[in-house]
């Protein structure tokens, strides 16, 4: 009798072999042991080693799942019970339930393929017989004008897109739905000429699709919405290992949070190739997984200025930081009317974490940061601020509606004007009034140095840059006079 630590190691195991299309003794070779060992693993009457659940774990591109189901083996515990989305009667947003939902992205150096695979659970009373897809690209994330310039002279088309897809192996066909410059829609449909393949109730089945882009108009990044009841949800990243990769990632919750992700990307050297592997159970619905990458040998013609020698400003530019100068910066921020364009704003928000990550790539925050959507070119009221500690804080319709008679001045930077940094006065506490996701309204004081950091995003949308706060004649300083990088703010009293 096997207890449930073993169950779960071996149901563990097995999904990743589904997912990844290996047999048994194909794993069993690339993990270098006997053709029967996997076998009788995953038959109970053997008892895995740690080796052979790391090997298996790299081997998979796992993202340590099947490691942490082995630690608890060896801990002697089960996994966590959780409720099965798939069980007959259960109730879900939908009807259809992704079990294991996993994506590939390979490039060349020139061209991204994705391929994407779903294991889908058919929890209705209906049988379903077509699933919708979305393809979606941005060459230049925080910079949509530019972006939108760039694809109506260069249009995404199905030509180059080389769009497959099956359903457990069988090729099927597709509809468009929608067919724009940097999107398209469409239902991907379970039958070909030679025959239908309905998804019926209480069956799953595999479904995989694949797509070419070209690095020219993909875009370092790659993301992922929970539309639908997911139970697992995986990410494999492939590059040359000559480009110098690393990867990060943002997770933006229902509430819009916007977050580091929870479970470690894992990385792996190969011949001449660097894989990335994460995945995460359970994703909350409506949750956005975003991760990001840049190539740290890359020369691509978009990079104008070199990082041993730019400018502070130009760092940020760079990383899709919009400067003094560009009218958006200037007017009050467009308002979300919520909750009806949550998911908008769930969107602004992802890009927002996305832009502080690339910011945090080129430069220290030791007093904390703070982005704001016009910052990345985007007229909407939303905006961060990630306290020195790392912890984020969403800010969707704020205004300030209450200042303390008690102030402090001191030296401020911007993202937009990153070359010079300003003496500014601002209240020592603040109370905002802003919005939940769901619509809710909340009012919150802050107080020395997280007051200056709201305060500063806030005035963003409304169009104010720090100067417009500055004392009478005081101008701002080079930041190679400022000495107080890398350091957080001073209080007295010891805060």
């Known amino acids: 009798m ?21 047999s048994q003794s194909a794993l069993a070779r690339e993990v270098g042991y006997g053709p029967s060992y996997v076998s009788k693993v995953e038959g109970g009457t053997q008892r895995p080693s740690e080796a052979f659940a790391l090997a298996a774990d790299r081997v998979l591109q796992a993202g340590g799942s099947i490691a942490h189901a082995h630690r608890e083996l060896s801990a002697g515990r089960g996994a966590v019970p959780r409720q099965q989305a798939s069980e007959p009667g259960a109730p879900h947003e939908s009807s259809l339930i992704v079990r294991h939902e996993d994506t590939r992205l390979h490039f060349d150096g020139a061209v991204y393929r994705a391929t994407q695979r779903r294991e889908l659970y058919n929890d209705s009373p209906d049988p379903i017989t077509r699933y919708l897809i979305r393809i979606s690209v941005d060459r230049y994330p925080g910079d949509p004008e530019r972006s939108n ?5 260069n249009p995404l088309t199905w030509e180059e897109i080389d769009l497959t897809a099956t359903v457990d192996g069988e090729p099927i066909g597709w509809k468009i739905q929608h067919d724009r410059d940097a999107f398209k829609e469409l239902w991907l449909l379970f039958e070909n000429a030679h025959g239908r393949y309905p998804l019926y109730p209480g069956e799953s089945v595999w479904l995989e699709y694949s797509y070419t882009v070209g690095a020219d108009k993909w875009g370092t990044w790659f993301q992922r919405a929970v539309r639908l ?4 949800l995986s990410v494999q990243l492939d590059f040359p290992s000559a480009l110098a990769p690393k990867v990060w990632g943002t997770e933006t919750t229902m509430t819009a949070a916007a977050l580091p992700f929870r479970t470690a990307i894992t990385r792996t050297e190969g011949p001449g190739r660097t894989l990335f592997a994460w995945s995460t159970d359970d994703p909350p619905l409506h949750a956005r997984y975003r991760l990001e990458w840049k190539f740290r040998s890359s020369n691509t013609e978009e990079e104008t200025t070199d990082t041993m020698t730019a400018t502070a400003s130009e760092k940020m530019r760079s990383v899709g930081m919009v400067q003094e100068g560009d009218p958006i910066l200037e007017k009050p921020a467009q308002r979300f009317t919520l909750p009806d364009e949550a ?7 992802a890009e927002l974490g996305s ?24 007229d909407r009221a939303a905006a961060i ?13 704020p205004r300030i509606i209450e200042e303390s008679t008690e102030t402090d001045e001191q030296y401020e930077g911007c993202l937009s004007f990153f070359d010079v940094r300003g003496m500014v006065p601002r209240p020592m506490a603040i109370s905002v009034e802003h919005q939940d996701i769901d619509g809710t309204v909340r009012i919150t004081m802050f107080e020395r140095g997280m007051a200056r950091l709201v305060a500063h995003e806030v005035d963003h949308l409304h169009g104010l840059l720090y100067r417009a706060r500055m004392r009478p004649g005081v101008q701002p300083i080079p930041v190679s006079q400022y000495k107080g990088t890398g350091s957080q703010w001073q209080y007295g009293g010891g805060k």
Request: no cysteine.
């Open 355 to 378: 832009a502080a990550e690339r910011a945090a790539e080129v430069h220290v925050f030791g007093k904390g940061m703070g982005v704001a959507a016009p910052q990345i070119g985007i």
């Open 385 to 397: 601020v990630r306290t020195p500690e790392g912890e984020t804080l969403t800010l969707l319709n």
């Open 343 to 349: 998911e908008d704003a769930r969107r602004v928000v």
């Open 2 to 22: 096997t207890t449930e630590a073993e169950d779960a190691f071996r149901a563990e195991l097995k999904r990743w072999r589904d997912v990844r299309g290996r």
């Open 229 to 232: 009841p997911t139970e697992r």
């Open 149 to 153: 310039e760039h694809y109506r002279a």
